[in-house]
């Protein structure tokens, strides 16, 4: 999955911070998707990004895999986490867990 490995930023540098290793799994066989290319790659690299921001060390992991019908991409990381009692805000428009926390995304 071509997308996947072109996660960069937007001077076309890979994403990487020290002390953060960038995983990257993509299930074998999977079937082009048809989608809006700029939109796709702008999700997939703000996920990432965010996820780097608040990893101090570990790592970030990428995986993308069938699920029926569809394609599932998932990220997980070795960061801070979110307290159960704001998961809620990060799924409205520019929530975020804590005020005045995050890099202006609303997912921090």
């Known amino acids: 999955f071509e997308l996947m490995n072109t996660a960069v930023d937007k001077n ?3 994403l990487v911070k020290k ?4 995983l990257i799994e993509v299930e074998a066989g999977l079937p082009t998707i048809e989608g809006d290319r700029e ?3 702008q999700v997939v690299f703000n996920v990432t990004n965010n996820a780097l921001k608040f990893t101090q060390k570990g790592h970030v992991k990428l995986t993308t895999r069938a ?3 569809s394609i599932l991409l998932t990220c997980s990381d070795t960061g801070q986490g979110i307290k ?3 998961i809620d805000k990060i799924f409205t428009a520019f929530g975020q867990e804590e005020e005045g926390k995050g ?3 609303g997912l921090g």
């Open 39 to 41: 939109r796709i790659t």
């Open 67 to 69: 699920q029926g019908d």
């Open 12 to 14: 076309n540098k890979p």
């Open 103 to 105: 890099g202006g995304l």
């Open 84 to 86: 159960k009692e704001n």
């Open 19 to 22: 002390g953060v290793e960038l």
